[in-house]
């Protein structure tokens, strides 16, 4: 059974290498211009309440960074790793207050997953389990 870390390797590795099929890379051809490649993203922030009283989402909670700052600075990043070919365009965002689901569809409360970053509980073991294929929509 595949682990995480295999699923998160896997994602990193070219398409045809998932496919099983090899395909040639082109010759790099120096007279030709960096092509800028653009991809849109829908980006989805799970960032649950964990105080209705008063509102406190789980990224606050944690002393988190903001997620609109962790988005900009990764978007940043890709840009200056690829010398501005690989750029990021967020075409939708949505902002969920839930917990992702776990493997199996179950999900944490607000209360259990405290209880499982602080030991008072053992994480699940759909945690361990293999990650879902992931879909891949272009815009």
């Given at each position: 059974m595949p682990s995480l870390w295999d699923f998160l390797r896997s994602l990193m590795s070219p398409a045809s290498s998932r496919s099983g099929k090899k395909q040639p890379l082109p010759a790099d051809n120096l007279l030709e211009p960096v092509r800028i490649i653009t991809a849109h993203?829908?980006?989805?922030?799970?960032?649950?309440?964990?105080?209705?009283?008063?509102?406190?989402?789980?990224?606050?909670?944690?002393?988190?960074?903001?997620?609109?700052?962790?988005?900009?600075?990764?978007?940043?990043?890709?840009?200056?790793?690829?010398?501005?070919?690989?750029?990021?365009?967020?075409?939708?965002?949505?902002?969920?207050?839930?917990?992702?689901?776990?493997?199996?569809g179950t999900r944490f409360t607000s209360q259990s997953y405290l209880d499982v970053?602080?030991?008072?509980?053992?994480?699940?073991?759909?945690?361990?389990g293999p990650a879902p294929q992931s879909t891949q929509a272009d815009y």
């Open positions: 993203v829908l980006l989805v922030v799970y960032d649950p309440v964990m105080d209705p009283a008063t509102g406190l989402t789980l990224s606050r909670m944690m002393k988190w960074n903001r997620p609109e700052d962790l988005v900009t600075g990764y978007i940043q990043d890709i840009l200056q790793a690829s010398n501005g070919a690989a750029r990021f365009q967020i075409v939708e965002r949505v902002q969920l207050n839930e917990f992702p689901p776990l493997i199996g970053i602080t030991n008072r509980q053992p994480a699940p073991d759909a945690l361990a």
